[in-house]
């Protein structure tokens, strides 16, 4: 089993920076590929960003690309998400997620570990 632990985040003005960050413990052999998530009041659930452990490779959501960064800190299981330049639309309840297997980094159904959010307010 994998724990997964959200912090870093809060209010922050359009344009600002935050920094978002997921801890992990447990198994986390079984949490190589690791994701954000993101929901606000009203939408469905949407994936952010991915890294899998294995190779580096990262990917994003059109919506966050070049504004945001996914990135694991060297030699543990902890995962960031750097937020440039953010607007009022990147507001909601950002959620960490991880799982072993490599695929559609996208779909919440690929994940079985989640962490209990932190919320995110982009406002002025």
């Known amino acids: 089993h994998v724990q997964l632990v959200e912090s870093g985040g809060g209010s922050v003005q359009p344009g600002g920076s935050l920094r978002l960050s997921c801890g992990a413990s447990?198994?986390?052999?079984?949490?190589?590929?690791m994701g954000w998530f993101r929901q606000a009041p009203g939408k469905e659930r949407e994936g952010v960003a991915f890294?899998?452990?294995?190779?580096?490779?990262?990917y994003y959501a059109d919506s966050v690309r070049g504004r945001y960064t996914i990135s694991r800190e060297s030699g543990n299981n902890t995962i960031h998400l750097q937020m440039d330049g953010p607007n009022p639309d990147d507001s909601g309840v950002y959620y960490c997620?991880?799982?072993?297997?490599?695929?559609?980094?996208?779909?919440?159904?690929?994940?079985?570990?989640w962490g209990r959010g932190t919320q995110v307010t982009v406002s002025s």
């Open positions: 447990g198994h986390t052999y079984s949490s190589n590929c």
């Open positions: 997620a991880g799982d072993r297997r490599y695929g559609a980094w996208y779909q919440g159904s690929q994940y079985s570990y």
């Open positions: 890294v899998y452990f294995g190779g580096g490779s990262t």
